[in-house]
């Protein structure tokens, strides 16, 4: 394997660690940004490993998600010089163990500053938003005093709404209480900062302003401990989080300007979008030249509810889309992929819609959308992990795929299963009898009765959460203004998801598994791909945070609000950055003509690159 050349950037990375500085890389996309992370990990092992672990005192570095903690961990070698974990993970493991300061912490800021905030939504009048927040002041106000009388343990748990009298905390409290503790307590600074000399930050952009402040606090002064964040500005598209990164007074900000990823097409569009940096093609990328090219589709005037499209015009949208793909000659290429804005323009067009309206509506959280968006939700995590994987070997008629497949899944075909005294072939003819009225049961029963068989022929291990959902009666009507309902809306979630057949679930899992050509635009960050296709259509996809023909075409569609255009922008940014060669944007326009023109005039995209469908 080649010797990694070391770019300019990790040579002044590695000069401030050998210097003891605090330092901001601030690194656009496909920069190699996780690369120039981890060869400066490994250099502080190479110069200090052998002091650090004398001392016992380790390498912290700081990730977005499970995902990104498992690939950093692994390119370290799994070393436990390293502690690699996610921001909420590290947060509440160093303060968990300070149970009188946090409930000091909940009692003088963050409950106070809850009520705060709700209070300034009360205007005193009788609408929904002033009634609304004058029961959650009223609500927290009580849990306050509980928690005041009381001294229960501060606990963390995966729910949607706190519950401070019980000093029941959830991840966004972890935010908060977590950063007052660390800015306010000079030994739990002290303790962090001699525990971990050298504290990492990656996917900078998406940590949290207090987060941010607490850190900095524990490395403000000169020498050891030292902070170093990797990101990109233009990459931060979730709601409430940094942007904007840097270190302590005295932070080196240093520049990372490559891109191995993409074109020069794709490179020159990207650096129309942002005047921070200017990326240059590197490495296999000097001198490809690719190509970018955007068609320009007149969306139907939507005449459906709420300025949505009808079924009718949904039909005609995705005609379209299909023609586009064709003039482009990508109908069935494999190395295309298709981002969408929303992941409801996917489901629609994989046939999963009634899956991903329940996961994002009424009985969902934050939590358990992402959990669906990702395929963790423990009612999902059957299927995707061992049901759906067994109907499948089933349908092939393949007794040893079958039989493999529940050697993996089935307590009662493991090597020390109830099955274990039987022969071969009693296995085999026990197996194929199972798995055809399993397959049966698919075609015809409810997710609730596929879980019972299951349960019932020991063919999967349920977790005692879902065995737990399974086995109790049905919870009442749903009740949005009870807190108690609303704590545990999840009961809602499980008992529908319990009604729907299984028609969707093979859909939803081939998305997962990567099976699809589509993803959404916000799930593309951190992919890359030959060729993309970017599906832009603000009607279709019907969310106000986002809006692609106000920011670009503003003189055509009419000026977007500060906060749209930031997001848009950002937004744009990431899912063109995900092509390597050539990238296509489908862009719908009430107002076609006007809008090519104001792209070009803009210098946003050149004149030969623009067209109409």
Same mark, same amino acid.
């Given at each position: 394997m080649p010797e990694l050349q070391l770019t300019e950037t990790d040579i002044k990375i590695a000069q401030c660690i050998d210097?003891?500085?605090?330092?901001?890389?601030?690194?656009?996309?496909?920069?190699?940004?996780?690369?120039s992370l981890i060869e400066a990990l490994k250099k502080i092992r190479e110069t200090h490993g052998r002091r650090l672990r004398k001392?016992?005192?380790?390498?912290?570095?700081?990730?977005?998600?499970?995902?990104a903690v498992d690939v950093i961990f692994s390119r370290l070698g799994y070393d436990e010089l390293y502690v690699v974990t996610t921001l909420h993970g590290f947060l509440w493991g160093e303060v968990s163990r300070f149970q009188a300061p946090l409930r000091r912490a909940l009692i003088k800021h963050v409950i106070p500053a809850r009520i705060e905030k709700a209070q300034q939504h009360d205007n005193g009048g009788n609408s929904k938003t002033a009634v609304t927040a004058r029961k959650k002041v009223e609500r927290l106000q009580i849990e306050l005093a509980e928690l005041i009388k009381n001294s229960p343990p501060v606990r963390y748990e995966e729910t949607t709404v706190s519950?401070?009298?019980?000093?029941?905390l959830n991840h966004d409290d972890i935010i908060d209480v977590a950063s007052y503790l660390i800015m306010t307590t000079a030994l739990l600074r002290k303790g962090i900062g001699f525990k971990y000399p050298y504290i990492f930050i990656d996917e900078a952009q998406d940590t949290f302003p207090q987060v941010m402040s607490a850190l900095n606090s524990i490395c403000a002064s000169e020498g050891l401990p030292i902070i170093g964040y990797f990101g990109d500005p233009m990459q931060q598209i979730y709601d409430k989080r940094a942007g904007d990164f840097t270190g302590p007074d005295g932070t080196v900000i240093i520049a990372k300007n490559e891109n191995f990823r993409s074109s020069?097409?794709?490179?020159n569009l990207l650096n129309r979008f942002r005047d921070d940096i200017k990326q240059f093609p590197a490495g296999k990328n000097a001198g490809i030249e690719g190509s970018v090219e955007i068609l320009i589709a007149r969306a139907p005037s939507p005449q459906g509810p709420r300025k949505t499209y009808t079924p009718e015009q949904l039909d005609q949208v995705s005609s379209i889309f299909n023609d586009a793909l064709l003039k482009w000659e990508w109908q069935d290429s494999p190395s295309v992929k298709k981002l969408f804005l929303a992941r409801q323009m996917i489901a629609r067009r994989l046939n999963f819609s009634k899956i991903h309206r329940l996961f994002t509506g009424v009985y969902s959280s934050l939590r358990s959308q992402s959990a669906y968006e990702d395929g963790t939700h423990y009612l999902l995590k059957p299927f995707i992990e061992s049901i759906y994987p067994l109907i499948l070997a089933t349908k092939k008629e393949n007794p040893k795929l079958v039989i493999d497949v529940l050697r993996k899944i089935s307590p009662a075909f493991s090597l020390e299963g109830v099955n274990k005294g039987k022969s071969l072939k009693q296995m085999l003819n026990h197996a194929n009898e199972l798995t055809k009225y399993l397959a049966d049961l698919w075609n015809s029963k409810t997710?609730?009765?596929?879980?019972?068989?299951?349960?019932?022929?020991?063919?999967?291990?349920?977790?005692?959460?879902? !065995? @737990? &959902?399974?086995n109790r009666n049905v919870? $009442?009507?749903?009740?949005?203004?009870?807190?108690?309902?609303e704590r545990d809306k999840g009961d809602w979630l499980a008992d529908e998801f319990f009604k729907m057949d299984c028609s969707e679930i093979s859909a939803y899992v081939e998305f997962l598994d990567k099976n699809?050509?589509? !993803? @959404? &635009?916000?799930?593309?960050?951190?992919? $890359?791909?030959?060729?993309?296709m970017v599906m832009i259509d603000?009607?279709?996809?019907?969310?106000?945070?986002?809006?692609?023909?106000?920011?670009?075409?503003p003189d055509t569609a009419g000026d977007p609000t500060h906060r749209q255009a930031e997001l848009t922008k950002k937004l744009a940014y990431v899912c063109f950055s995900r092509a390597e060669l050539n990238l296509r944007v489908l862009f719908f326009s009430l107002a076609p003509e006007h809008a090519r023109r104001e792209l070009i005039d803009k210098g946003l995209f050149e004149e030969k690159q623009v067209s109409f469908i």
């Open positions: 210097e003891s500085k605090s330092f901001t890389v601030v690194a656009g996309a496909g920069s190699g940004k996780t690369t001392r016992a005192q380790r390498i912290v570095c700081i990730t977005y998600t499970n995902r519950d401070y009298s019980k000093c029941i020069g097409s794709v490179i997710i609730h009765e596929i879980f019972k068989f299951c349960e019932e022929n020991a063919l999967l291990s349920l977790s005692e959460r879902l !065995s @737990t &959902q399974l919870r $009442e009507v749903f009740d949005s203004e009870n807190d108690d309902h699809s050509p589509f !993803s @959404t &635009q916000h799930g593309s960050k951190g992919e $890359e791909y030959p060729n993309v603000d009607i279709e996809a019907s969310w106000n945070n986002y809006s692609f023909g106000k920011t670009l075409t």
